[in-house]
């Protein structure tokens, strides 16, 4: 018996107004796999996200996740199925401590009201649970920190904190290393891989440093003009002439 994929995507189109941003995209990502979207910059990818996280609904085309169709559905029903997604611009909540950024998402996880928010001290498995969620990341020495105070890379992992306490079957993450200092990547990079392999977590993530690409991704799909251009490994990716040209004016991929 096949697998369902846990993406499945058909044909998918946006608009925004006349103006044809993203076009008959299809492709399909198996529950587990590592997969990036790369592509120049303008190419449509947070477009194709948006779309499919149910930000917009497609202009054409549809979205399956893990078997069902959630075409043009509301983005908070597609996250309480499981599908969550960072954004390229950081967004947590600066004021609020690096625990309370990831409590709000539990909150809402165990449909609990944020009335409750105000008497948290009595919700002692919800702490724990933020706490748990922390030491996956990693941060679990900054929970008392109002989350301003933290380095740009950190605070990048307080989202990632904030995504993985609804427990997602499949990531969606924006440029995850966007900004980020040579060693902030190389730690995020570790941590994907960490989370994928011990969470079964599934992360389909842009870049735009293949050298991040490359060393994640299983599979890459490149998208040019808003359309598919190619998919394959990151070797085939790599020597693929047609990407050279398009996406990097001819040169060989650099990593
Ligand atoms: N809300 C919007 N309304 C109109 N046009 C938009 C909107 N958002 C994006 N665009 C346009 O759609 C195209 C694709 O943008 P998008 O942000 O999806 O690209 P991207 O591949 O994510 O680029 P980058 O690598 O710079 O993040 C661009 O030409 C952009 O100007
Ligand atoms: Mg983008």
Do not use: W
């Not at 790369?38 to 149910?54: L, Q």
């Not at 929970?143 to 990531?171: C, H, Q, S, T, W």
């Not at 990151?234 to 693929?240: A, G, Q, V």
């Amino acid at each position: 018996m096949t697998e369902v994929p846990i993406l499945k995507i058909e044909h998918l189109g946006h608009d925004y107004g006349k103006f044809q941003v993203i076009d008959d995209i299809s492709l399909e990502i198996p529950a587990g796999e590592l997969t990036a979207l790369i592509g120049p910059n303008g190419a449509g990818k947070t477009t194709f996200y948006n779309v499919v996280s149910g930000r917009f609904p497609p202009t054409r085309g549809r979205v399956y996740f893990n078997g069902q169709d959630i075409t043009g559905r509301q983005a908070h029903k597609i996250v309480s199925l499981g599908m969550l997604r960072s954004f390229q611009i950081t967004n947590i909540f600066p004021e609020l401590s690096v625990r309370e950024n990831v409590l709000i998402p539990l909150l809402l996880h165990h449909h609990r009201g944020f009335a409750l928010f105000r008497s948290l001290g009595r919700e002692k498995k919800l702490y724990r649970e933020a706490d748990e969620v922390l030491d996956k990341i990693g941060i679990s020495h900054y929970a008392d920190r109002p989350a301003r105070e933290l380095a740009y890379g950190d605070k990048r992992l307080v989202e990632m904190a904030i995504v993985l306490a609804r427990n997602p079957r499949l990531v969606l993450l924006d440029e995850p290393t966007a900004g980020m200092n040579p060693e902030e990547t190389d730690r995020m990079i570790t941590l994907i891989k960490q989370l994928a392999e011990q969470f079964g977590t599934t992360f389909f993530l842009t870049e735009h440093d293949m050298k991040v690409v490359f060393s994640i991704a299983k599979r890459i799909f490149v998208l040019h003009q808003g359309g598919l251009l190619a998919t394959g490994s990151p070797e085939e990716i790599r020597t693929n002439p047609q990407v050279r040209e398009a996406y990097l004016g001819g040169e060989t991929i650099q990593c």
